[in-house]
């Protein structure tokens, strides 16, 4: 039985403000791999862009080894559930997933609701899922600058009839986006090394977390009480950078992810990650990346999938 057939059979469309609904509105693609073998990916079944101007409400009984993944990107709805009072509220930039053995509703509460909605299998599934299900935690709401906006339009990109290159592919952003929503939800174990002094990692946090902010060895040396050299010396031999090395790499790289995902300007984005002088900002990202801010977002653009699936 194909998905399609599936899906069928398990939708069912409510009657909203006098329109019937049909269900395969939230199936513009279906999905088929061209080599038929057996495979341990992480696959796409069926589902694309949605873009709904009307209210409704589709009802689905459980489908067996299918995982629900939707990331609403503007307007609002709700998944229902018996087993969850008050269901669980999808809003702009939340990311869901959720297992369908279980039966749910899907309601639009404010339209318009615009939303990249797919049906997935993989042995894997049940790992993500596994972990939301012990937190009890089903969506997740991603930040401005998350690169997990760019990797849903990626998606739009697998043709429906798919290559074994694409299965790969469609394995990676997938794997990619469920470990980005997944991570922050396993337990933090304390992994630190007892031999790299303490100061050393409070410094490392405060490169990661305040790249934004003017750094100066001298006013660390102030903080610690250590010689700047000592410092530069010791970062440099536990984490194989100088700070100012690891504080370039930490600051293009938020560039990076903020010129995928934002329609800042380059004088906005030099600023934010702590770079006043816009041309030593433009003469650095060269320097590491090979290429301009401007040339490294056109390129980008360029290779974004620009096909959409849209709900009249």
Not at 59 to 81: D, H, N, Q, R, W
Not at 236 to 254: E, G
Request: charge should be neutral; proline fraction near 5%; charged fraction near 20%.
């Amino acid at each position: 039985m194909t998905f399609t057939q599936v899906f069928k059979a398990s939708a069912s469309g409510k009657m909203v403000a006098n329109y019937t609904i049909d269900p395969e509105m939230l199936l513009p693609n279906k999905y088929e791999a061209i080599d038929t073998k057996e495979n341990t990916f992480l696959s796409l079944l069926g589902g694309g862009s949605v873009q709904s101007e009307q209210l409704f409400s589709v009802s689905f009984a459980p489908m067996a080894e299918t995982y629900l993944l939707l990331y609403t990107t503007e307007g609002a709805g709700v998944l229902k559930t018996p087993e969850i009072p008050g269901g669980i509220a999808l809003s702009q930039n939340s990311v869901l997933l959720w297992d369908c053995q279980k039966p749910f509703t899907l309601t639009t509460s404010m339209v318009p609701w615009n939303f990249f909605l797919f049906f997935l299998e993989g042995e894997q599934l049940e790992i993500f899922g596994g972990i939301g299900k012990k937190k009890r935690q089903y969506s997740y709401t991603l930040s401005q600058y998350s690169p997990l906006h760019q990797y849903f339009r990626s998606l739009l990109g697998i043709p429906e009839r798919y290559s074994l290159s694409d299965a790969i592919k469609m394995n990676q952003i997938l794997t990619d986006i469920l470990t980005d929503i997944s991570l922050p939800l396993v337990p933090k174990e304390n992994v630190r090394d007892a031999n790299i002094p303490s100061y050393l990692y409070e410094l490392k946090d405060r490169l990661d977390h305040h790249y934004g902010e003017t750094f100066s060895l001298a006013q660390y040396e102030e903080l610690f009480s250590i010689n700047k050299y000592r410092i530069c010396r010791e970062f440099s031999r536990y984490f194989h950078s100088s700070p100012l090395a690891y504080l370039t790499q930490v600051r293009l790289n938020k560039a990076k992810e903020m010129l995928l995902t934002t329609d800042l300007n380059i004088y906005e984005i030099s600023s934010y990650v702590g770079y006043e002088n816009v041309n030593h900002f433009i003469s650095l990202f060269r320097k590491y990346n090979g290429t301009t801010p401007n040339a490294f977002k056109q390129k980008a653009r360029e290779n974004q999938p620009a096909s959409h699936s849209s709900l009249e």
